[in-house]
């Protein structure tokens, strides 16, 4: 199973961009699940996290920011990126938490730029 991230682009700062990854069948419904992120030369991140029971997480320099979210009927979860800023620019991914390799896809790219 590989989990496809999309929705990324380019955005003027403190613009929004909002983030969905698909999967086949029941897959978040039965798994916390996470967006990482990686910029160029930095290793990859988790900036939000939801639990089984949809408990979520944020890395610090997302909080207030960010909102990551899961629709169990459509199996996709998403990222809601507001007040978008440079240092978002990154590769962004959806994986389960603690990711698995197996699941790592091909990531939607976030360019945050005037």
């Known amino acids: 199973v590989q989990l496809q991230a999309c929705g990324g682009g380019l955005v003027q700062p403190g613009g929004s961009l909002r983030l969905s990854c698909v999967a086949s069948g029941s897959f978040f419904r039965f798994n916390a699940a996470g967006w990482y992120r990686q910029a160029p030369g930095k290793e990859r991140e988790l900036v939000a996290r939801i639990g089984r029971f949809g408990s979520t997480n944020y890395a610090d320099s997302v909080k207030g920011r960010f909102t990551i979210s899961r629709d169990n009927a459509k199996n996709t979860l998403y990222l809601q990126m507001n007040s978008l800023k440079p240092e978002d620019t990154a590769a962004y991914y959806c994986?389960?938490?603690?990711?698995?390799?197996?699941?790592w896809g091909r990531g939607t790219l976030v360019t945050v730029s005037s």
């Open positions: 994986n389960v938490d603690p990711p698995l390799t197996e699941y």
